[in-house]
């Protein structure tokens, strides 16, 4: 199976702020790979598809990059109602598999 | 307004069986793949089944195969999950979701359906 390493595991950030997440898979799985953002008490709800393809609806702040192995979500300027977990998830191979979560928490 | 809503879960003892059901509305469901992927207490996603648009091919991980059955009904637009043999490991909250590409991404989740499973 293929293994997502998500990192940091928390970032703590203050609004305005510009970030970057990781997410690092065990073996390339070229651009088969999605961002999703989930709130508490909410569903995931999907930002980025195949590592930087925008999604109708999402903030334009959210953009994504790499390929193969390492990828990164990027927000511009964090507002706050983009606090919570990120979860990366890859679609190159069965089993689907999805990286650990980042927190994203405010400073 | 596309929507997901997931029914059926509940506490069950180890080795019981459960039936999950997802009511979909607002697209044309027999169009779209469809997967459950479910959520463990410790905030960790895993995908758990999926089925094509017709019901004809099903996927599973190597942890449910087995003892998960996805099915669909398309004339109800309603998207299934029996579990038996049930684990305390399969204690999580399930999401419904579609898939709208069949390439294994999921665009639209349901609110989710928590399953216990404890003595």
């Known amino acids: 199976d293929i293994v997502l390493t998500q990192s940091p595991a928390t970032l703590s950030v203050t609004p305005g702020d510009s970030v970057s997440l990781s997410c690092r898979a065990s073996?390339?799985?070229?651009?088969?790979l999605h961002w999703y953002q989930q709130k508490s008490h909410e569903s995931p709800r999907l930002l980025i598809k195949?590592?930087?393809q925008s999604i109708s609806g999402i903030p334009s702040r959210f953009s994504g990059s790499g390929s193969g192995t390492d990828f990164t979500l990027s927000i511009n300027s964090v507002e706050t109602e983009d606090f919570g977990m990120y979860f990366c998830?890859?679609?190159?191979?069965?089993?689907?598999?999805f990286g650990g979560g980042t927190k994203l928490e405010i400073k | 307004d596309v929507k997901l809503v997931e029914s059926g879960g509940g506490l069950v003892k180890p080795g019981g069986s459960l039936k999950l059901s997802c009511a979909a509305s607002?697209?044309?469901?027999?169009?779209?793949?469809m997967s459950w992927v479910r959520q463990t207490p410790e905030k960790r996603l895993e995908w758990v089944a999926t089925?094509?648009?017709?019901?004809?091919?099903?996927y599973y991980p190597d942890s449910v195969k087995g003892r998960f059955t996805i099915s669909r009904d398309n004339a109800k637009n309603t998207l299934y999950l029996q579990m038996s043999s049930l684990k305390s490991e399969d204690t999580a909250v399930y999401y419904c979701?579609?898939?709208?590409?069949?390439?294994?991404?999921?665009?639209?989740w349901g609110a989710g359906t928590t399953v216990t499973v404890s003595s």
């Open positions: 195949y590592a930087s």
């Open positions: 089925i094509s648009s017709g019901g004809s091919y099903t």
């Open positions: 073996q390339s799985i070229s651009n088969n």
């Open positions: 607002g697209f044309t469901f027999s169009s779209y793949t």
């Open positions: 998830q890859q679609s190159n191979s069965w089993p689907w598999t």
């Open positions: 979701t579609r898939d709208p590409t069949g390439t294994g991404y999921f665009d639209v």
